[in-house]
């Protein structure tokens, strides 16, 4: 497929206007901003980059990556373990809700205007809830997107939530929040890299306070986000 059309649907994939929800959860962020935990940019980008570079961010681009290569290998045994493990790394019900409704939503979407045969790959191994980076790396795989750039795309994607989310609950002005995009893009492939070169096995997180945060927010009294 040429590079022109690759990069087209993955900017339609991951743009903030597919229909996924993603402007609807901050990933824990609400409760850390409700905390003063992240009270100006300089604290807002601190958190983000910790996401982006030791939590759900490159977790996630690891088992994007992981879902790609079983698809394109034709390795049924490796998707539904890449599956079931994405499923249980959710370390809260919020964050457990914020994945699987994008990723069922995504799928949806993708079905219905870009259906390939990876789909039904997936849903003959694994018959529960799908995390969004498997349901992105599957679907990417289907068409032939090469893996590196839809692990930088999903990236960008995410720090971009995180970084509108923020921008909103601080709130920070416009220019804050394109500073932080311009802090955090030199990471994305970076974090990419190392994604991609993670085993399965080792996949890990380090955002502890930020799981703590999550779990806050579950009963956090005023709220504008779902997680």
Not at 101 to 113: E, N, T
């Amino acid at each position: 497929m040429p590079s022109d059309i690759n990069l087209l649907r993955l900017m339609s994939w991951l743009s903030p206007a597919f229909p996924v929800g993603a402007y609807t959860y901050s990933h824990g962020l609400e409760a850390a901003v409700e905390d003063n935990l992240i009270r100006d940019r300089r604290s807002a980008e601190e958190w983000i980059v910790d996401l982006v570079t030791r939590g759900a961010g490159r977790t996630d681009a690891t088992l994007l990556a992981h879902a790609w290569r079983a698809v394109t290998n034709g390795d049924e045994s490796l998707l539904a373990e890449t599956a079931e493990t994405a499923a249980a790394l959710s370390a809260t019900s919020e964050l457990a809700l914020e994945t699987e409704s994008q990723g069922r939503a995504f799928l949806k979407a993708v079905d219905a205007a870009w259906p390939t045969p990876a789909l039904e790959m997936l849903a003959r191994v694994h018959d529960g809830p799908v995390a969004y980076p498997v349901a992105v790396g599957v679907t990417a795989a289907g068409h032939e997107l090469p893996l590196t750039e839809a692990a930088v795309a999903y990236l960008h994607a995410y720090a971009g939530n995180l970084i509108s989310a923020v921008v909103r609950l601080v709130p920070l002005g416009q220019t804050d929040g394109l500073r932080l995009t311009r802090a955090v893009e030199p990471l994305l492939p970076k974090v990419a890299g190392a994604a991609l070169a993670t085993p399965l096995a080792s996949v890990a997180s380090a955002g502890f306070v930020a799981d703590l945060k999550s779990m806050q927010h579950e009963t956090q009294r005023t709220r504008l986000f779902r997680s």
